[in-house]
């Protein structure tokens, strides 16, 4: 079922161009501008206009030690004019199912605002927000969700025989067919440009409420401005077209240098309309994440559960899976939500689901360690008690299976009747009394298992095994690939005005020896059909940007990537950052480095699992923020540890200093930490160890005795990283 109306004056479907160009000319013989600006304007009140003025001033000051929280605005737009023709079914089932998942996952009821019917117009979502607003914290989460249908700015018209908005009549005069050089046609030109727009529900007969997408950006504004991370979904058709990340950039004043920004002056002589400034992004402002469920030109679905039911409930598909996501992992960072949400697969006998299924949600985010819930999670099996698992038997531990594969088998103990269970993101099958099965492909090592339920009341239950599939070294060494991407700059040229250095190309070579013979590394890889190396010797900054770069490209979520890099480095006391200094770089001109943001970037769009960052260079201990990594500790089944170290997402740094200068050599034809990392790959006693673990136990202590180094190991904060670790396990032929 599509989020879209059926075609009518009022509206022009793609598949008749003709219909609204025809229509335009005569409107525009008929009609004024200026006096069908002010009969569009009275048919769509407050369209011009933002929902609310908010106060504005410096930006709140925080407190870290509160807990924060998450409050929600969730919006049910199901009857936006008069008639079966301008219904829609799933908006209300949406946002309850939304509300419980959030809930679910850890935020309070309380604050969370449910608006449907009056109450989702433009009245009740200002008094709704400016509440919100009163309440919000430093920090806290505020998520938007919208749930009905968006209009192009072409597709917005006012009855011109006298019939009101979103009914049928034999004339309709779109909000875009008029020339620029008609008086009046400048004000409905600046109107087109501050679309699309939300359609809300239908309040006064004649009038149409809806929301632009300039008044959205505007109350996001105000929230991101009392420094909350806010965080859109919009489940409707075109809703990408709304560019909210893009018009936020333009109200960061951090970010005008990237900016034309050309004020409006109006043409015509006529001017009725006031246009309201847009207000700006305080210098310090929470994040903005934004799910959109179809692109610019694309429609959004819904579909009925239980499936083939008559008196079953629709529900948008996109908010579905979205729910679903959110109850698997209510901590969940943005692209891990991403990642979960594709994952969610719907039987496709059903049309508009199978068009669903093909096509692929737009996630947007400036920050990707961003948490959907704020709050802390509550104990597994809050709702997981409704969920009884016949096979595999409970256990009071990890269940051991020798088979790659099991039949996962149960049942929904519920008052309500049950509407869908999921096994690992896949639909199950499912009878009428609630029992379900699906078999589950296992692999190597632990395997976490979600069970989700929704039941009629849309209450959504949540239960999680543990399975391992006990293997050999496949286990730890998994199915991904493993790139070794190693950066090497010896001969500096004159201009740098540095020491040639004696060192870095031996430490590259013998890196690469004892990763590709011993550890499964590769160091080329295959992209486009073509190979692209991952050695470089003497690379420019250009060159060793595209490299990291290229990477993000190939690297898969399976994958691991180790990054090393050995040369010079700068600190800049200007700015407390460190560089990593190619051999072409200019003397004291710091945008001939490369610069450690880049290097941030390249690890955020990286897909792989777990990347590791070996730095060799003087300052390196100042290149990239983060906190202490996984502790190198063991628990009683070592593999059993290393393998869910592996499963979770990490971004680690190791440095060969901190904030000091670091020895060329000292090593026996390598630097003194090369030294140590070599010793280490090569003499670790374990077949399998985790690279907090090589810190500890041989680069640390051989630097410290050898040198006044002082070698770090941390976490890069704000990368994704999920408390894992980089596993390096050895080949079944290595000594």
């Not at 769509?44 to 929902?51: K, R, T, V």
């Not at 985010?365 to 016949?390: H, Y």
């Not at 599939?469 to 740098?496: H, K």
């Not at 190198?632 to 592996?646: C, F, K, T, V």
């Amino acid at each position: 079922m599509f989020r879209a109306l059926i075609c009518a004056a009022v509206l022009f479907c793609g598949a008749s161009p003709t219909l609204a160009g025809a229509v335009a000319v005569a409107v525009e013989k008929a009609v004024a501008p200026e006096d069908y600006r002010d009969r569009f304007l009275a048919a769509f009140p407050g369209i011009a206009q933002f929902l609310f003025d908010a106060p504005t001033g410096a930006a709140p000051s925080c407190d870290f030690a509160r807990p924060r929280h998450t409050h929600a605005l969730l919006i049910a737009a199901d009857q936006i004019g008069p008639g079966e023709d301008y219904r829609l079914t799933g908006p209300l089932n949406d946002i309850a199912l939304i509300r419980s998942a959030l809930v679910a996952g850890g935020a309070r009821d309380e604050n969370i605002v449910a608006l449907a019917g009056a109450e989702a117009s433009r009245e009740g979502i200002a008094r709704a927000a400016l509440a919100l607003l009163e309440r919000i914290g430093c920090e806290d989460t505020f998520i938007l969700h919208f749930s009905g249908w968006t209009f192009e700015a072409s597709e917005l018209a006012y009855g011109t025989d006298g019939t009101a908005p979103f009914e049928r009549g034999e004339k309709a005069a779109p909000l875009a067919a008029f020339s620029d050089d008609n008086p009046g046609a400048a004000d409905l030109a600046r109107l087109a440009d501050s679309g699309p727009f939300l359609a809300l529900n239908q309040i006064a007969q004649g009038q149409a409420q809806v929301i632009s997408s300039s008044a959205l950006s505007e109350m996001i504004t105000h929230f991101r401005n009392r420094l909350a991370n806010v965080i859109v979904i919009l489940d409707s058709r075109h809703v990408a077209g709304t560019d909210l990340q893009a018009r936020q950039a333009q109200n960061d004043p951090a970010r005008l240098w990237t900016e034309t920004q050309i004020p409006f002056t109006p043409e015509s002589a006529y001017e009725d309309i006031v246009f309201p400034e847009d207000t700006r992004l305080m210098p310090r402002h929470g994040g903005l994440t934004t799910f959109y469920a179809a692109g610019r030109s694309d429609p959004a679905f819904e579909m009925r559960l239980p499936r083939g039911a008559k008196d079953g409930k629709t529900y948008g598909i996109f908010s579905y899976k979205l729910a679903l996501a959110m109850l698997a992992n209510g901590k969940a960072t943005v692209p891990d939500l991403a990642r979960r949400v594709e994952t969610v697969s719907l039987a496709a006998d059903d049309d508009a689901e199978s068009r669903d299924a093909n096509r692929r949600y737009i996630f947007e985010t400036t920050d990707p360690s961003i948490a959907i819930i704020a709050e802390q999670r509550p104990p597994r099996g809050l709702r997981g008690e409704a969920i009884k698992i016949t096979n595999p038997a409970p256990t009071r531990s990890a269940e051991p299976k020798k088979a790659p594969e099991v039949e996962v088998r149960g049942y929904v103990e519920w008052p309500e009747k049950t509407m869908i269970v999921t096994v690992g993101g896949k639909q199950a099958w499912l009878t009428p009394d609630g029992a379900f099965a699906l078999p589950v492909k296992l692999v190597p090592g632990p395997n976490k298992i979600q069970i989700s339920a929704l039941t009629n009341d849309e209450v959504l239950h949540s239960a999680e095994i543990e399975i391992v599939y006990e293997g050999d070294r496949e286990a730890l060494a998994g199915t991904g690939a493993r790139y070794a991407v190693l950066i090497a700059n010896q001969n500096y040229g004159e201009g740098s005005q540095l020491a040639r250095l004696e060192t870095p190309f031996a430490d590259v070579d013998a890196l690469a020896e004892l990763l590709t013979t011993r550890y499964g590394y590769v160091t080329e890889a295959t992209f486009d059909g073509r190979t692209i190396p991952l050695v470089l010797k003497d690379p420019s900054a250009a060159q060793m940007a595209d490299l990291l770069y290229r990477v993000s490209e190939f690297a898969g979520e399976a994958d691991s990537v180790l990054i090393y890099y050995a040369g010079h480095g700068i600190y800049e006391q200007a700015t407390g950052a460190a560089f990593w200094v190619p051999v072409n770089a200019r003397y004291g001109y710091p945008p001939s480095y490369y610069d450690p943001d880049l290097l941030s970037k390249d690890l955020s769009r990286i897909k792989a699992g777990n990347v590791l960052v070996i730095s060799d260079s003087c300052y390196s201990g100042q290149l990239l923020r983060g906190a202490d990594g996984p502790a190198g500790a063991m628990d009683d089944d070592r593999m059993l540890a290393l393998q869910r170290l592996s499963d979770r997402k990490s971004r680690i740094l190791i440095t060969s200093g901190n904030d000091t200068p670091v020895a060329d050599n000292g090593g026996g034809g390598h630097s003194v930490f090369a030294r140590a990392l070599l010793t280490g790959l090569s003499e670790f006693p374990e077949d399998a160890f985790s690279a907090r673990e090589l810190f500890n136990d041989f680069i640390l202590p051989m630097v410290v005795g050898r040198s006044a180094q002082e070698p770090q190991y941390r976490a890069i904060e704000k990368s994704g990283h999920d408390g894992g670790d980089i596993v390096f396990v050895k080949a079944a032929a290595s000594p």
